[in-house]
């Protein structure tokens, strides 16, 4: 079945650093995947999202690119801020299994000043 | 537009009490999902609805769990009788139509404590 698998944290960095969250998944059709990030006492709320292959999403500083060929989708920020300190959660959506959505385990990810 | 509401936000109950979750999806969407949050487990897709008939209950941990969308702006999901196994972060989300890339909207999430 579909799955997503993504890079176990915690992670913590300084401010300015650079962050990346790698992401890869397993599918029988041609998913669409998200970034889902997780605020302390917070829903879900969609960071960005990729429909098809070499897509970029991107939103607040954050990117990641739907690799077919490495079936990846990591997401990056060039430097980030103690308000980025959340949960991320990589996910897909595969349209030939049902419209659900496929969550990774999430990235904890803690900025400090 | 308020986005998805849930209530209440926290439960705190005792073993086998009846627990019901509720929540309201956004205007206009026909797809609403409950999912599950544990440390242990991660995010468990529990059931979802498309315009209010139930599509996939696969997730549902056991006959103690029922949800129900009486109509396109209310769902709840009921648990009887509870049991501390079941404590977790619940939350609703809905989404306006399964096109290709169609986002899901959660909510805040139910925190439900089972003593």
């Known amino acids: 079945g579909d799955s997503v698998t993504q890079m176990e944290g915690p992670v913590t960095l300084s401010e300015e650093a650079f962050l990346t969250i790698n992401c890869t998944y397993t599918?029988?059709?041609?998913?669409?995947l998200f970034w889902y990030v997780q605020y302390p006492g917070e829903g879900l709320q969609l960071l960005l999202k990729?429909?098809?292959?070499?897509d970029k999403g991107s939103n607040k500083g954050f990117e990641a690119t739907y690799r077919k060929e490495t079936t990846s989708f990591h997401l990056e920020k060039g430097s980030v801020q103690v308000s980025d300190s959340a949960v991320y959660f990589c996910?897909?959506?595969?349209?030939?299994?049902?419209?659900?959505?496929?969550f990774g385990a999430g990235t904890t990810v803690t900025v400090r000043a | 537009d308020a986005g998805v509401i849930q209530s209440p936000r926290h439960e705190v109950t005792e073993m086998g009490q009846e627990v019901t979750l509720r929540c309201k999806p956004i205007?206009?969407?026909?797809?609403l999902f409950w999912y599950r949050q544990t440390m242990m487990r991660g995010l468990e897709l529990l059931i979802y609805?498309?315009?209010?008939?139930?599509?996939?209950d696969s997730g549902m941990p056991e006959d103690r769990f029922s949800a129900k969308m009486p109509n396109a702006s209310f769902s709840t999901l009921k648990i009887q009788p509870s049991e501390p196994r079941d404590s977790a972060v619940y939350f609703c989300?809905?989404?306006?139509?399964?096109?290709?890339?169609?986002?899901?909207?959660f909510g805040p999430g139910t925190r439900l404590t089972v003593l």
């Open positions: 989300a809905s989404s306006g139509g399964q096109v290709r890339g169609s986002q899901q909207f």
């Open positions: 599918a029988t059709g041609y998913p669409s």
């Open positions: 990729a429909t098809k292959a070499d």
């Open positions: 996910a897909l959506i595969d349209v030939s299994n049902d419209y659900k959505l496929s």
């Open positions: 205007s206009g969407h026909d797809y």
């Open positions: 609805f498309n315009n209010n008939v139930p599509i996939d």
